[in-house]
């Protein structure tokens, strides 16, 4: 019986530090998107629809241009 009035206060202590953390986990964006870094690892570096992993200074560069009549290039 004195084992109970020691387990429960720790129990409970535990707890209450477990909800703290998730709640902070929650509150600083750590379940924001789950889906996305999952998805992001199947599509190629290469595909030009696909921004994740462009910089964004390479991809004005590599941006196709215009031709004279204002239509992009076929590729």
């Known amino acids: 019986m004195p084992a109970l009035y020691v387990m429960i206060p720790a129990a409970l202590l535990i707890v209450a530090i477990a909800v703290y953390i998730f709640f902070w986990a929650v509150d600083s964006?750590?379940?924001?998107?789950?889906?996305?870094?999952?998805?992001?690892?199947?599509?190629?570096?290469?595909?030009?629809?696909?921004?994740?992993?462009?910089?964004?200074t390479q991809a004005a560069q590599a941006a196709p241009?215009?031709?004279?009549h204002g239509v992009p290039p076929r590729g």
């Open 29 to 56: 964006g750590q379940y924001d998107d789950l889906e996305g870094p999952a998805h992001s690892i199947l599509f190629d570096d290469q595909d030009p629809k696909h921004q994740a992993a462009v910089d964004p």
């Open 65 to 68: 241009k215009p031709d004279d």
